[in-house]
């Protein structure tokens, strides 16, 4: 064979052993890759540090491998997954390796180690009973925010009488992918636990609700007892009122009215409980809405000054919409009712017209003394008064602040809006919208 | 105050509030005798055989409205007797019930007199036009 023969047939050596060690590594990048995979999918974490292992023993040639995790502490592990030992030697030898020996000390370390004989480094206590003879060594740490959180170990290469740079760097690769997959389902654990707090915290959420519901429903019996007597035993006076001087007569009223009065809020709390617990149900029928609004407007007519305040209506004659005929009249009231309430001289005016894609309209204007602008911005909160107005209620005693907040609330349930506009010393245009509404019988 | 005159059993734990009806009734012309509890309302009525029963709802002594009601439903000299609730227990659920059972009407406490005498009046068939 010439020189240059032989030259040839080395270099054709070198190309082979190049070819080889490419097929390797595209071996190695394919195992990767499908490792990249397998991982991503939805599996218990366990499982997730078979696969890193036995890949990586796969891989790098070793014939042992191990996955060590950390407890909570950082000081011992928590799991320790082995591949390349069966079962049987696994229990022989026992417990899992603490901050003893080679594996011991390696737990805190973030750094790789390779050895090509384990016992001669002198960190090592030599291996525990029935443990197989282990000389080449590769240890490479799982990190995770910075922090060591475990390391796996591959030993016995085989076929070679260490581990390369190569095996270092699959075993680096595989290291991140079980540091990605513990980052994860330490994620996963936060989260869980978040939402059974969440769970935990809407149950008792509930629980509040009813017993809130149930509260107002018995405080509502309590209180509605002594009043049957109050407001029935001033009626009976009143009834007998021949017997009464003018003044006497007038105090009793008094008793009478403030006793309907309180009557009248314990209803609006009821109802605005009901609303706000979703057990309101509308009872929908086709409604003449400017009856409604005439005879709101009409009950509405012994309680104003008739030299002071005028009270209309402007309406067409009929006005047929689908809607619950007695929460619209709860509505109106409770508008018409508060421009009533705060208007001591000029013009209440409720119009009524049709709505643009069915239902009707409802406009109350007064020409009361007006809602200051960041108070109209608060006017649907329950048990919110507007202070000006409240310091100008030519009655004091009367609200309590629920009604725009259920007048609002039942326009939504219709599927309408309420707004509101206000002018300090003009005025205030109060106006409900209501579609008609599609008679749905509630199954 | 044109009323034909019933005699009524009124079936309520509240005296003042019994007081009051009773009085309330009195003016009509009717005839009032009272229980106050379920189980002294029952025996009221098999002893009186009344035109009407008015009945509370929640009382003490174990025996709601309800069951004096069925009670009542269930024996043959009472059965027919129209009962009406008079009760501050305004639910709407409580009020179906009460329908359920076979009551004849359902007026809510605090009482509004003139609604309770148009009960009345219906329920003996005479109005006051």
Known sequence: MSQGQESTAQSIDELRAERDHLQRRVHTMEGLIEAGKTLSQELALEDVFRIIVELACELTGARYGALGVLDDSGERLARFITVGIDDETREKIGDLPTGRGILGVLIKDAKALRLTRISDDERSVGFPDHHPPMDSFLGVPIVTRGDVKGRIYLTEKIGSSTFTDEDEWIAMTLASQAAIALETAELYEMATHAASDLAEANVKLEQSGRHKSAFLANMSHELRTPLNSIIGYARLILDDADNLNSEQREDVEIIHTSGTHLLGLINDLLDLSKIEAGKTELSISATDVVQVARDTVNSMRPMIDADAVEIQLDAPETLFVQCDRSRLRQMLLNVVGNAVKFTRQGTITTTVTPRRGGGARFLVRDTGPGIPDQDVQRIFESFFQSEAALARSPREDEGAGLGLAITRMLAELHGGTVTIESNVGLGTEVCIEIPDVPEVPHG | ?129
């Open chain 2, 1 to 129: 105050m044109a009323d034909s005159p019933l005699r009524i059993v009124l079936v309520d734990d509240d005296d003042m509030g019994r007081r009051m009806l009773r009085r309330a009734l009195d003016r009509r012309g009717h005839e009032v005798t009272e229980a106050n509890d379920g189980q002294s309302g029952i025996e009221l009525v098999r002893k009186e055989s009344p035109d009407i029963v008015l009945l509370d709802m929640r009382m003490p002594g174990g025996m709601s409205g309800l069951d004096v009601i069925r009670e009542l439903r269930a024996d043959d000299a009472t059965s027919a007797i129209p009962v009406i609730f008079v009760t501050a227990s305004v639910h709407a659920e409580v009020r179906d019930l009460a329908t359920k059972v076979g009551a004849q009407g359902f007026v809510e406490k605090p009482v509004d007199f003139d609604e309770l005498y148009a009960v009345l009046d219906r329920l003996t068939g005479t109005s006051s036009d």
